[in-house]
Nanobody, 125 residues
Framework: QVQLVESGGGLVQAGGSLRVSCAAS????????MGWFRQAPGKEREFVAA????????RFGDFVKGRFTISRNTGENTAYLQMNSLKPEDTAVYYC??????????????????WGQGTQVTVSS
Protein backbone atom coordinates (compact mmCIF):
# COMPACT_ATOMS: atom_id res chain seq x y z
CA GLN A 1 0.00 0.00 0.00
CA VAL A 2 1.38 3.38 -1.01
CA GLN A 3 1.39 6.22 1.46
CA LEU A 4 1.71 9.82 0.32
CA VAL A 5 2.71 12.75 2.51
CA GLU A 6 2.53 16.32 1.28
CA SER A 7 4.56 19.18 2.71
CA GLY A 8 5.64 22.69 1.88
CA GLY A 9 2.34 24.50 2.09
CA GLY A 10 2.03 27.80 3.87
CA LEU A 11 1.08 31.43 3.63
CA VAL A 12 2.38 33.55 0.76
CA GLN A 13 1.48 36.94 -0.67
CA ALA A 14 -0.14 37.27 -4.05
CA GLY A 15 2.47 37.12 -6.77
CA GLY A 16 4.75 34.96 -4.68
CA SER A 17 5.93 31.39 -5.12
CA LEU A 18 5.66 28.18 -3.20
CA ARG A 19 6.80 24.61 -3.78
CA VAL A 20 4.88 21.73 -2.34
CA SER A 21 6.34 18.26 -2.13
CA CYS A 22 4.92 14.77 -2.01
CA ALA A 23 6.91 11.96 -0.44
CA ALA A 24 5.77 8.44 -1.23
CA SER A 25 6.46 5.10 0.30
CA UNK A 26 5.98 1.91 -1.70
CA UNK A 27 7.29 0.73 -5.03
CA UNK A 28 4.12 1.56 -6.98
CA UNK A 29 5.02 5.25 -6.98
CA UNK A 30 7.81 4.88 -9.50
CA UNK A 31 5.58 3.36 -12.19
CA UNK A 32 2.41 5.42 -11.93
CA UNK A 33 1.21 8.80 -13.05
CA MET A 34 1.17 11.19 -10.12
CA GLY A 35 -1.36 13.97 -9.83
CA TRP A 36 -1.95 17.09 -7.80
CA PHE A 37 -5.44 18.24 -6.97
CA ARG A 38 -6.73 21.03 -4.78
CA GLN A 39 -9.87 21.72 -2.83
CA ALA A 40 -11.05 25.03 -1.50
CA PRO A 41 -13.78 25.29 1.16
CA GLY A 42 -17.19 24.66 -0.32
CA LYS A 43 -15.78 23.66 -3.70
CA GLU A 44 -15.18 20.38 -5.48
CA ARG A 45 -11.76 18.86 -5.75
CA GLU A 46 -10.03 20.39 -8.77
CA PHE A 47 -7.34 18.99 -11.03
CA VAL A 48 -4.07 20.93 -10.87
CA ALA A 49 -1.44 18.86 -12.67
CA ALA A 50 -0.27 15.36 -13.48
CA UNK A 51 3.01 13.81 -14.57
CA UNK A 52 3.74 10.39 -16.04
CA UNK A 53 6.04 7.98 -14.24
CA UNK A 54 8.92 8.84 -16.58
CA UNK A 55 8.34 12.54 -16.19
CA UNK A 56 8.15 12.84 -19.95
CA UNK A 57 4.57 14.06 -20.14
CA UNK A 58 2.64 16.51 -18.05
CA ARG A 59 -0.83 18.01 -18.01
CA PHE A 60 -2.21 21.04 -16.20
CA GLY A 61 -5.57 22.41 -15.26
CA ASP A 62 -6.81 25.24 -17.45
CA PHE A 63 -6.46 27.77 -14.68
CA VAL A 64 -2.72 27.19 -14.34
CA LYS A 65 -1.82 29.12 -17.50
CA GLY A 66 1.90 28.45 -17.28
CA ARG A 67 2.29 29.45 -13.64
CA PHE A 68 2.96 25.98 -12.20
CA THR A 69 5.41 23.22 -13.00
CA ILE A 70 5.30 19.60 -11.89
CA SER A 71 8.26 17.30 -11.53
CA ARG A 72 9.23 14.06 -9.87
CA ASN A 73 12.30 12.22 -8.67
CA THR A 74 11.50 8.54 -8.92
CA GLY A 75 14.78 7.58 -7.26
CA GLU A 76 13.76 9.49 -4.16
CA ASN A 77 10.03 8.73 -4.45
CA THR A 78 9.25 12.42 -4.35
CA ALA A 79 7.16 14.70 -6.51
CA TYR A 80 6.98 18.47 -6.57
CA LEU A 81 4.59 21.20 -7.58
CA GLN A 82 6.27 24.55 -8.10
CA MET A 83 3.72 27.36 -8.00
CA ASN A 84 4.60 30.84 -9.21
CA SER A 85 2.60 34.04 -9.60
CA LEU A 86 0.19 32.81 -6.97
CA LYS A 87 -3.24 34.38 -6.68
CA PRO A 88 -5.68 34.51 -3.76
CA GLU A 89 -7.94 32.13 -5.70
CA ASP A 90 -5.17 29.51 -5.51
CA THR A 91 -5.88 29.20 -1.80
CA ALA A 92 -6.82 25.59 -1.11
CA VAL A 93 -5.66 22.33 0.37
CA TYR A 94 -3.36 20.66 -2.14
CA TYR A 95 -3.31 16.87 -2.41
CA CYS A 96 -1.01 14.51 -4.24
CA UNK A 97 -2.31 11.22 -5.53
CA UNK A 98 -1.44 8.24 -7.70
CA UNK A 99 -3.39 7.13 -10.72
CA UNK A 100 -5.23 3.83 -10.33
CA UNK A 101 -4.33 2.42 -13.74
CA UNK A 102 -0.89 4.03 -13.52
CA UNK A 103 -0.69 5.31 -17.10
CA UNK A 104 -2.27 8.36 -18.68
CA UNK A 105 -2.83 11.93 -17.49
CA UNK A 106 -6.46 11.97 -16.48
CA UNK A 107 -7.84 15.12 -14.81
CA UNK A 108 -10.61 13.14 -13.08
CA UNK A 109 -10.15 12.58 -9.35
CA UNK A 110 -12.02 9.28 -9.60
CA UNK A 111 -9.17 7.91 -11.73
CA UNK A 112 -6.79 8.28 -8.82
CA UNK A 113 -6.43 6.00 -5.82
CA UNK A 114 -4.03 6.71 -2.98
CA TRP A 115 -4.27 10.23 -1.59
CA GLY A 116 -2.16 12.19 0.84
CA GLN A 117 -3.57 14.14 3.76
CA GLY A 118 -3.08 17.44 1.95
CA THR A 119 -1.15 20.61 2.64
CA GLN A 120 -2.73 24.04 3.05
CA VAL A 121 -1.72 26.80 0.68
CA THR A 122 -2.99 30.26 1.53
CA VAL A 123 -2.39 33.24 -0.73
CA SER A 124 -3.07 36.64 0.74
CA SER A 125 -4.04 39.64 -1.34
Amino acid sequence: QVQLVESGGGLVQAGGSLRVSCAASGSTFSRCTMGWFRQAPGKEREFVAAITWSGGSTRFGDFVKGRFTISRNTGENTAYLQMNSLKPEDTAVYYCTLKRQCSGLSPQPTDYGSWGQGTQVTVSS
